[in-house]
C-alpha cells in the first residue's frame, strides 16, 4: 500500500556537466549533506486572443517555453580526501566560474617567517590559493618567487623547518560560468526521483556563526527532469538514472562558531564577530527566447558583485577603530573568515580589497554592536573572491 513519503527520506548528488544540461554520471562521492532544495517549473504565461464564442479559457499547448529556478541549503562539512573534489565542488564551480586550484601540499624550509613560507621545493602556487597548517587556513597574498610566498594573514604557530603545509582546494572566479546537475533521490525507490539540469548560479550566500555553517545557492536551471515522465533524450540520457550505491557518508558538521576572522590592513583577528554573510551575485541573463527551442541555450552572467555584511561588538581598541576609520575614508582592506578549527574541516573565505560601509550603531542589547551592511569586494580581473577546503 502506498505511503506518505518522509522528508528526510533525501538525498542529494551534484556533479558538473561538460555541456549544458548534459547529465553526468555520478558515484556515492558526489553526495553532500543537503537541507532544502526547491526546485520550480513554471509554464511561460500565454495570453491567447482568439475568438472562441465564450469566456471559458481553452487552454495553451503542449511544448510552450518552461521556466526553471532552484534554491538550494547545505551545510559545511568535512573534506577527508584530499585527492577528490569536494561533494559539492560542482556547485562552487557553477557559483564562481573557474576550474578548482589543487595544492597537494608541500613541505616547509627554515626560512619561513610569520607571513612568509619558504617550501624545500617549487610551491606552484598563485595569488589567491590557500594552504593550511596546524588547523587553519591562510590565502596566498602574494607570490614571492618559486619557493617563498607571503600569506595574508599569519598563522598562530610559526612554520617550522621540515613542517608539512597542508593540501588545498581553492575556487576562484571567471568570466565564463560551468554549469551542474543536482539529483534529487527519494526512498522509497518507486517514489518520484528528480534531476536539475543545467542549473546556473545566480546567487551564492555563505552564512557565518549560526547553528551550523550554511552555504545557499539559487538560481536558474535548463529543466527539470524526473523519473515518472521521463523520455528518452531528456539531459540527453537514453534512461533515467538510478541512484548510486549508498557508500559511506559523513554526516558530522562543523558548528558554526568555530573559526577565525581577520580583518582590516593589519591584518588584525578579531573574536567580537557576532554574525556575518557573504554574497555573491552573477546577474544572470539566459538565451532562451530564441526561436526553434524551448530550453536555455546558454548561461550568459552579467557583472558580478561580491560584499560581505558582518556585525561586531564595538570596543575602543585600535583594530576596531581603524575599522571605522576605512570606512570613512573608503579605504580598501582585505577580510578573511576561516570557517572550522582542524584539518579536514576547514573553509576559507578571502576578499583581497573591501571597501566597507560606514557601520550602522545597534544599541537595542546591553552591548553596542556595529552593523557594517554591504560592503563590497573589488579586484582587478576575476579576482575579488576566492574560497578554499583544507
Known sequence: MASYISSSANRLYTAAENLLGQIPSITAQNRFPAVRLAARQQLESVQRRDKTGTRTFAGVPFGVRRRTTFDLTTYLTSWTDSS???????LFRASLGGNPRVFPGGIAAGASSAL???????????????VTYAGELRFV??????TRIQLNAPFSTPVSGGSSIGPTITYVPATDLQSASIFDYWSPSSAVQRILCGAAV???LIRINGDFHEFEFSGI???LVDSSSFVAGLGQLTEFPEEPSLG???HSLIPGHMGQAWLGSGPDRFFTITSGTFALENNLDVRAREFGSNLIRSIVPGQRSVSVDFDLYGQDDTATKALYQAAR????MPVMFQLGQQSGQLFGIYLKSVVPEVPDYDDSDARLQWRFRNSRAQGTVDDEIAVAFG
Not at 84 to 90: D, I, K, Q, R, V
Not at 329 to 332: A, R
Open 141 to 146: 597574498a602574494s607570490v614571492i618567487d618559486s
Open 84 to 90: 577528490a573534489e569536494p561533494c559539492y565542488g560542482a
Open 202 to 204: 545566480n546567487r551564492m
Open 248 to 250: 559511506a557518508f559523513d
Open 221 to 223: 536551471a535548463q529543466d
Open 329 to 332: 575614508q573608503q579605504s580598501p
Open 116 to 130: 612568509a613560507v619558504s617550501f624545500v621545493s617549487p610551491h606552484s602556487l598563485q595569488e589567491g590559493q590557500a
